[in-house]
């Protein structure tokens, strides 16, 4: 299974990205998947998680209001749509997946995408 993030940026306090990951070599359909982040210096941080159907959602309080997950099963793809952003939010995000969403929200899922860099300046 490979999964591939892009749609990272340079962008402005305040403004909105989109992330996307797409995913390949398995069945989409049937994996939980989660949004992590890493800034320079601090510890990988799980940010959203989101089960096989959508039907379940988890955020982080650092992002809960600002960001949104979702997924697109006919297209093999999650993405994470990210408003008013802050230059705190400056890292490279990855995306990950796993066959439960409580292994992602542990923080052992079982496949990485390879990252995208966000930088937000102020």
């Known amino acids: 299974v490979q999964l591939q993030a892009s749609g990272g940026g340079l962008v402005q306090a305040g403004g909105s990205l989109r992330l996307s990951c797409a995913v390949s070599?398995?069945?989409?359909?049937?994996?939980?998947m989660g949004w992590f982040r890493q800034a320079p210096w601090k510890e990988r941080e799980l940010l959203a998680s989101i089960s096989w159907n959508g039907g379940s959602t988890y955020y982080a309080n650092s992002v809960k209001g600002r960001f949104t997950i979702s997924r697109d099963n006919a297209k093999n793809t999650m993405y994470l749509q990210m408003n008013d952003l802050k230059p705190d939010d400056t890292a490279i995000y990855y995306c990950?997946?796993?066959?439960?969403?409580?292994?992602?929200?542990?923080?052992?899922?079982?496949?990485w995408g390879q990252g995208t860099l966000v930088t937000v300046s102020s």
């Open positions: 990950a997946a796993a066959d439960g969403e409580r292994q992602i929200r542990i923080g052992f899922p079982t496949y």
């Open positions: 070599g398995g069945t989409f359909s049937r994996y939980a």
